[in-house]
């Protein structure tokens, strides 16, 4: 169940294509390889989302944005 409900929040948070989106970049972070599954099985759509396996990478990546 809570599986399907993150699913459900990363599909509403990732940016459409082609679409202007209310934030600039999502960086998801520390995804579970039972939550990824769940992600894909879904169809979720990850194509806009950045994704790193942890948050120090994730906080790694952001500032390296900022640069």
Known sequence: MLHRLLAAFVQQTA?????????ERVILTGIQPQIAQTLVTLGVNLGEIITRNTLQAGIAYAISLKQ
Not at 15 to 23: F, K, L, R, T, W
């Open 15 to 23: 940016p459409d294509n082609g679409a202007q989106a209310a934030v």
